[in-house]
Each structure stands twice: as C-alpha cells, then as structure tokens.
C-alpha cells in the first residue's frame, strides 16, 4: 500500500504531466507536422454529408407529413359530407378547428332527450323537492 507521500507525488506528475502532454500534441499537430489542411478538408466534408444527409431526412419527413395531410383532409371531407362532426387538432391539441354535422338527408336524427329529464333546478326564485336549504 502506498503511503500518503507516494500519492502526493503522483498526484503532483498527472497535474503537470498531462496538461503538458496535451500542449505537446497541439504544438505537433499545428507546427510541425501542419495537419491544418487536413482538419479543415476533413471538416469540409463531413459538413457537406452533414448537410446532404439531414435535407434528405427532412424532405423525407416533409413528404410523409403531406402525404399523412392530404388523407387527413380526404377524410374530413368525406366525414362531413356525411353528416358527422369533424374535429382536426393541431400541435398536439393546441389549434383545434371543430365543425358540427348538418342534417342532410344521409344523416338519422337523433332524439335530444330520452324522456323528460330535469338536469338543473327551474329558476323559479321558490325552493323546490331535492335541493339543499341554504344557510344565510
């Protein structure tokens, strides 16, 4: 086991050790051996298949977005000329443009109501079977 003195001095050599290391490459790579032409042809053409590869994804992605757009729209069209109420989202919900049936000869008309059903209390200023006395 190494004492606490052997540590140090390791710790002492990577401290320096390294960071010369690292200029010795940068001083070889830009004076000596001049490897600038390289670097900069290397990234010329890495930036080039870059770009050539990322238009390619995006007028593919274009594409299946239209694609999924024009049949998006047949289908709408061919929901209201039914009858149905039709609802496209945008954004994930953010633009919503929402349009209801009209009733056209194709459509059935549903009953509204399936009997007499009071859902709120009648505005009769009086108390009425079922409501809660309020407290004043």
């Known amino acids: 086991m190494m004492s606490n003195l052997g540590l140090f001095y390791i710790i002492l050599i990577a401290l320096f050790a390294?960071?010369?290391?690292?200029?010795?490459?940068?001083?070889l790579i830009k004076g000596v051996l001049s490897f600038q032409y390289v670097?900069?042809?290397?990234?010329?053409?890495?930036?080039g298949l870059?770009?050539?590869y990322g238009g390619k994804l995006c007028f593919r992605l274009y594409r299946k977005i239209r694609e999924?757009?024009?049949?998006a729209v047949r289908e709408a069209q061919a929901r209201a000329g039914q009858g149905e109420p039709v609802q496209i989202a945008f954004f994930n919900g953010l633009f919503t443009f929402s349009s209801g049936g009209w009733k056209g000869p194709q459509a059935q008309a549903l009953p509204h109501h399936q009997g007499n059903v009071a859902l709120l209390p009648e505005a009769t200023g009086g108390r009425s079977e079922g409501m809660i006395p309020s407290i004043s």
Do not use: S
């Not at 390294?18 to 001083?27: C, D, N, Q, S």
């Open 39 to 47: 670097i900069l042809g290397a990234g010329v053409i890495l930036g």
């Open 68 to 71: 999924d757009g024009i049949m």
């Open 50 to 52: 870059l770009i050539f």
């Open 18 to 27: 390294i960071p010369l290391l690292g200029t010795f490459v940068v001083v």
